[in-house]
């Protein structure tokens, strides 16, 4: 909604640009008809220069909107990664909601946390656990569809929306994930790091709320970090409404 309100807002202060633009025109075109020779080259001039510095100023207001634009995608995106960030991936969260309520819609939320990340950046240095962290983005992309959501929520925490899908599609996409996630291996300085991940996952439909989302996925995540040997997946179908 608030974007929409932006472009309209862009849109309507294009159109203002060129009805300004389109009357002095009218004007020099009326001044080079009916005015002296000497007040047609005066006018013509200011007229002239008005229309310069009119379209240098819509030039400059559209590159403030491409630098204002900028600033609010910095805003919610992660700076390492080039995910989504929390407050990010959270609008998205509550965008997909909307249209859940909306057009009675079903998906799946993954909360992704790295097992045993602390050691990678004692062992290696932070500038490995920074590549870590990118790798993980970079599976994380290759391994959903376009309209689906990553994000990294802080450290080495991230999550996924599989939006528009049915709890079975998402639980077979999960798994998929889970195994790729923990058979990755980076390389860096010639040793190979694992990754290795916990993943919980929850369904969500109409009902559901950004907050009690992250809340049972984080649970569920929790869940599966405690299972030990085997699979890193736990499943938490909790029922809204």
Request: hydrophobic content about 35%; overall charge neutral; charged content about 25%.
């Given at each position: 909604?608030?974007?929409?309100?932006?472009?309209?807002?862009?849109a309507?202060?294009?159109?203002?640009?060129?009805?300004v633009?389109?009357?002095?025109?009218?004007?020099?075109?009326?001044?080079?008809?009916?005015?002296?020779?000497a007040?047609?080259?005066?006018?013509?001039?200011?007229?002239?220069?008005?229309?310069?510095?009119?379209?240098?100023?819509k030039i400059?207001?559209?590159?403030?909107?491409?630098?204002l634009?900028?600033?609010?995608?910095?805003a919610?995106?992660?700076?390492?990664?080039?995910?989504?960030n929390?407050?990010?991936?959270?609008?998205?969260?509550?965008?997909?909601?909307?249209?859940?309520?909306?057009?009675?819609?079903?998906?799946?939320?993954?909360?992704?946390?790295?097992?045993?990340?602390?050691?990678?950046?004692?062992?290696?240095?932070?500038?490995?656990?920074?590549?870590?962290?990118?790798?993980?983005?970079?599976?994380?992309?290759?391994?959903?569809?376009?309209?689906?959501?990553?994000?990294?929520?802080?450290?080495?925490?991230?999550?996924?929306?599989?939006?528009r899908?049915?709890?079975?599609?998402?639980?077979?996409?999960?798994?998929?994930?889970?195994?790729?996630?923990?058979?990755?291996?980076?390389?860096?300085?010639?040793?190979?790091?694992?990754i290795?991940?916990?993943?919980?996952?929850?369904?969500?439909?109409?009902?559901?709320?950004?907050?009690?989302?992250?809340?049972?996925a984080?649970?569920?995540?929790?869940?599966?970090?405690?299972?030990?040997?085997?699979?890193k997946?736990?499943?938490?179908?909790?029922?809204?409404?």
């Amino acid at each position: 909604m608030q974007k929409n309100r932006h472009n309209q807002a862009i849109a309507l202060e294009n159109n203002q640009f060129t009805n300004v633009m389109e009357t002095l025109t009218e004007c020099m075109e009326t001044i080079s008809h009916e005015s002296s020779c000497a007040c047609k080259q005066a006018s013509s001039a200011l007229l002239s220069d008005a229309l310069l510095a009119l379209d240098n100023a819509k030039i400059l207001a559209s590159q403030q909107k491409e630098r204002l634009s900028y600033l609010e995608k910095l805003a919610l995106t992660d700076e390492l990664t080039g995910l989504h960030n929390r407050r990010g991936f959270t609008k998205a969260m509550e965008r997909t909601l909307a249209n859940a309520r909306r057009y009675d819609e079903k998906g799946v939320l993954l909360f992704i946390d790295l097992n045993a990340f602390k050691p990678i950046n004692d062992t290696y240095g932070h500038d490995a656990g920074d590549e870590v962290l990118r790798q993980t983005s970079r599976l994380l992309m290759d391994n959903i569809r376009d309209n689906d959501y990553a994000g990294r929520l802080g450290g080495d925490e991230f999550a996924v929306l599989l939006v528009r899908t049915s709890w079975d599609n998402g639980i077979t996409r999960a798994k998929a994930l889970d195994r790729a996630l923990n058979r990755y291996y980076t390389s860096w300085e010639g040793r190979m790091i694992g990754i290795g991940a916990s993943i919980g996952v929850q369904v969500y439909d109409g009902s559901s709320t950004s907050i009690d989302l992250l809340k049972h996925a984080d649970q569920a995540m929790y869940h599966a970090k405690r299972q030990g040997e085997g699979p890193k997946l736990y499943l938490e179908k909790v029922q809204y409404g």
